[in-house]
Structure formats: structure tokens, C-alpha cells
């Protein structure tokens, strides 16, 4: 049988790039994107789209039952910063959105379900460098926490029900298409927009606050590269670790200054690097490269470059 996929939170930093390649890979008429905004001309044009509340259970059962889904990506998320100013909102959110996935899927009418964590899944006291698979976790944000908690549901919906959930702790993720919305990591998107627009950019990170990230592509191919792994291989159902490489704002500075040596960044520093703190600097992938073959392609200087260019063009 065909496999048709729909997409929740398709308008967001993740979701507006696997659309894309979800639908080169899968033909457009088989990805429905999914968002809580109106669509943007270029979404209506691109392929089926549905305005929809990933809260309202009903609404998203109807969809399913339209277009005959047998798979859902559910990117729908409140991110770190947002989520701290308005923590109910935010576990909410996060919480009610997994649990009408879960029970979508375990009353059968869905074959698949990826969730993305993250790597605020972990917390101050979780080691930082290499980050192991299993470790301590101790999240100290709501986003992290409801992480945490979505892990062990699906974890749970996995061994109780056989739900065929899998899910991945992303990186900071930078990309190009779609700007990333309340996250910690989100400085290293802005500073590509400044970089490129010649303007001077203001950090909102320490210059020596190390982070593990993830260009886009890579976390594309990682997305897809779980979900149509055979389910066999995919040995944890909690979330798997994913690295590519790790940076703090000085370097990435650096990195871009070698490509446009007039670029020039300031910092003005606020509770976001508070966050990062909590989180690892560097991640163990081994597992995932182990059960399933993940491997990342684009290094550091790698994604400078791309991002330059990509963003040049607009
Ligand atoms: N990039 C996200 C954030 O900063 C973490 O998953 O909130």
C-alpha cells in the first residue's frame, strides 16, 4: 500500500523542509502539510495543505480518514525560550499534541508516528562532552522536561500497545528556508540573515557557549533515514542521539568572517544562555549509526558555506 504522510507543524523550521523532501521522495499528492497558521500562497501552490489544530483530536481523525494517512510526522512544538515564559502553555502544547498522535496510532489508524526530542531532553548534571545514549537526564526547562516525558510515552506506547513511534534528539538545527521560533539554538540562523544582509549582528549567546548543531539536510536525511529504517532495526523507541558537530558563537564567527571577512558581531548576552548551559556541548551517535546506519554528511565549514550561498540567492 502506498504510504501517504501528513505533517504537523509543516510551517515551522523542520516541517517547511521535509515537506519538501517528502514529497520528492513520496509524490507531492501523498504529503499533506498540516499547520495552525493560514498558509502561505507558496503552501497552497506546493501541494495539499490542511489549517489545522494539532490539539483537536477530531480534526486531525478526519484528516487521517480523508487523505487514508498511514504515517504522521508530528513537528508541532512550543520551543525552549517561548516555553519558559509560558510554562503551561508550553507542556500543553507539547504534551496534548503526543498523546492525540499515540492514540491515533494505537487505535490503529496509523501504521508509523515520528516525534522529534531534543537534546534539552538532558540537564546540568547529564556529562557534556560525548554525551552518551543513556545517561542522566535532568532537564531544567518545560520544554526539556515534556522532551523527556514525550521519550518515555513513546517509549511506553511502543512496548504496551506496538505503536511504531521513533524519534530522534535533535541539535540545534540552522537551515535556510524556514527561520527556527523560540529556541535556544536560534542565533545561529540569525546570524546567517545579518551576515548576508553585510549588517552587524548581536548575539544573544555567550561567545564561549558551546552547543552541538546540525544543518538541516543531515537532520532531513536522519528524519527520514529513521522512519524508513525497518522496524527491526530500530532497537530504541525512547529517542536516538544525533551529531554532527559542535560550535560556540566565537567560532561561528569565525567560520563566516572567513567567507565575508566585513562581518562583525557584538554580544548582548540573556537567560537563553542560561539554558544552554544545561545542555551537552557534544553527542555520543553511535547507537543510531550502530542499529540503523546514520551518518551525517556536512561538516562545519561545510554548512557555512551552503548557508552563504543559499541565502545570497534569496
Ligand atoms: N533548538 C531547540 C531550542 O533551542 C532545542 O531543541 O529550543
Redesign the pocket.
Known sequence: MQDRILVLGAGGQIGTDLVDTLREDYGTANVVATDLKEPTPAQKEAGPFEQLDAQDGEALLALVKKYKITQVYHLV?M???TAEKMPMRGWNLNMDTLFTVLELAREGHLKKVYW?S???AFGPTTPKQNTPQHTVMDPG?V?GIS?LAGELWCDYYHKKYQVDVRGLR????ISYKAQ?G?????YAVDIFHKAVANEEYQCFMGAETTLPMMYMPDAIKATIGIMEAPAEKVQLRTSYNVAAFSFNPQELYTAIKAQKPDFKMSYAVDE?DA?AQG?PQSIDDSAARKHWGWQPDYSLEQMVKDMLAQLSKA
Do not use: F, H, N, Q
Not at 170 to 173: D, F, I, M, T, V
Not at 182 to 186: A, I, K, N, V
Open positions: 512544538a520551543l525552549s525560550a522529534p531534543s537534546i534539552a526547562t520544554y522532551k535533535y541539535p540545534g538545527l527556527p523560540g529556541g535556544t539554538t536560534d537563553r539554558i545542555w
